[in-house]
């Protein structure tokens, strides 16, 4: 992540369109400043006032009222309002659609289903074999099993190490962080598989998909088109193809396939309240296809269900009932669900915000906004009055550990920004202005309650901050 790379944005007359090599830092009159957005008749490139920035929760406007106001290389003016307050928002953001963003190899998926049924049928017809048995045989296998025990220890011995030996002849690096990690499918099937998985999409998504002429698909493309141009050297940016897509969907959510198709909802754009957050969040969603996350936990998966099918044998083989079988494949599920699934799903989202924190500090994004998204989704499901769930029931981690993990990586994403030779970040940290909307908003919160009131009322909760 050494190379920094300067753009070039090309202007005709009446429109704007990207070129071979685009710049989306403008210069503004006057001070100089730089912008990653324009809009067709619209100069967006207006000077920050040092010392002040508009709150993020103020009286509501549209998308296309707000790209004016977006600003690269300081903090600007925030959007007129956080708009999430009155969308719908999922317990998590999803990185990837769910299962079907990251799908097996189309031959797996298929057997897995009679992989299962067959341990079922094995470990069944063992338990009926066993209980068919007249006494004194059942004592003869007994004794002939004590006999052979070391034979029988050997021959586990081997299994155990024919699966180490494969787990360790299939490991690989990931790219960039170099992270060791189990890759049994190889990039081909997913290459094909991520065709399908695309074509699914665009058949479900048909009639809901914004033109190129949209500003606010225009608004994506540019990002992502100098995300990948700002981080060309690295090899998985440069050779993929990066193909926008954005949905007129309510939802918060933003997915790329790893072929490199990049879906965008547009409540995820009405989330977020700068386009330093939305650098981000697309930075941190082309992370997941450069470091391959599909591929490596569709690996882990097949992996782990083939070990579970000699677990499951053993479940329906000694459990004297069906019922005590079922109950037991049940809690064994589980087990490997928290265990291994969702703590390794955990991880990948962890790795994922590092590399994509490190793509947009390299295209010159003001770094510090990716922990205030989170921080404000934490707030918009407080006030919705979600139920949080534990971290360790869900896929991805808390709204507030992920701010904070995103804290600790930021004075590392501000040197490489420093490397790039960036300019400067002007105005206040966008950290310190959430926190200072968060003291007025419980401030004024307490104000609205009534005198014979003992509960605050977070479910309308005054917006109309002053500027900060």
């Keep these: 992540l050494d190379t920094c790379h300067r753009l070039n944005l090309s202007r005709n007359t009446g429109n704007w369109k990207l070129t071979g090599s685009p710049n989306y830092y403008g210069k503004s009159t006057g001070k100089g400043q730089r912008c990653l957005l324009d809009v067709v008749n619209t100069d967006i490139c207006k000077t920050a006032h040092h010392g002040s920035a508009r709150s993020s929760f103020l009286p509501s406007q549209t998308l296309v009222e707000k790209i004016p106001s977006l600003q690269i290389g300081s903090l600007g003016r925030l959007p007129n309002r956080y708009s999430a307050w009155n969308i719908p928002i999922t317990r998590f953001f999803h990185v990837s659609p769910s299962f079907r963003a990251a799908p097996v190899p189309l031959f797996w998926i298929i057997i897995k289903p009679a992989q299962k049924l067959f341990a079922i049928i094995l470990g069944r017809s063992i338990r009926k074999w066993w209980k068919s048995l007249p006494p004194n045989k059942r004592e003869l296998f007994k004794e002939s099993a004590r006999k052979n025990k070391w034979k029988i220890l050997l021959s586990v011995s081997s299994l155990g190490v024919l699966f180490i030996v494969f787990y360790f002849t299939h490991l ?49 493309e540019r990002v992502v088109g100098h995300l990948s141009e700002s981080n060309k050297d690295v090899p998985q940016v440069s050779e993929q193809k990066w193909v926008v897509h954005v949905v007129e969907e309510p939802g918060i959510n933003a997915f790329v396939l790893p072929n490199g198709q990049v879906f965008v909802f547009t409540g995820l754009l009405d989330a977020v309240s700068d386009i330093h957050q939305l650098s981000f969040i697309l930075g941190h969603e082309i992370a997941h296809a450069v470091l391959e996350h599909a591929a490596e936990k569709a690996s882990l998966v097949h992996f782990l269900d083939f070990l579970s099918l000699i677990v499951l044998t053993m479940i329906w083989a000694i459990c004297p009932r069906d019922s005590l079988a079922i109950v037991g494949q049940w809690i064994q599920s589980k087990l490997q669900e928290f265990i291994f699934d969702r703590p390794y799903s955990r991880t990948l989202e962890a790795e994922a915000d590092k590399v994509g924190l490190q793509f947009a500090a390299k295209a010159c994004v003001d770094v510090r906004a990716s922990s205030v998204f989170w921080q404000q989704m934490e707030l918009a499901e407080t006030i919705q009055g979600q139920p949080k769930m534990p971290e360790w029931l869900s896929t991805h981690p808390s709204h507030e550990n992920r701010a904070e993990h995103l804290d600790r990586l930021i004075p590392e994403a501000l040197k490489i920004r420093e490397s790039c030779n960036c300019p400067s970040l002007s105005g206040p940290d966008p950290r310190l202005i959430f926190k200072l909307n968060m003291q007025h908003l419980l401030e004024s919160s307490k104000d609205q309650q009534s005198p014979n009131s003992t509960k605050q009322d977070l479910t309308k909760p005054k917006l109309d901050f002053p500027h900060t």
Aim: hydrophobic share 40%; proline share 4%; glycine share 4%.
């Design 172 to 220: 690989e690096e990931t790219p960039i962080t170099g992270r060791a990690r189990l890759l049994v499918f190889g990039k081909e099937h997913f290459r094909e598989l991520s065709q399908m998985e695309y074509e699914m999409w665009m058949a479900e998504f048909e009639n809901k998909m914004l033109p190129e002429t949209d500003a606010r698909y225009q608004v994506v």
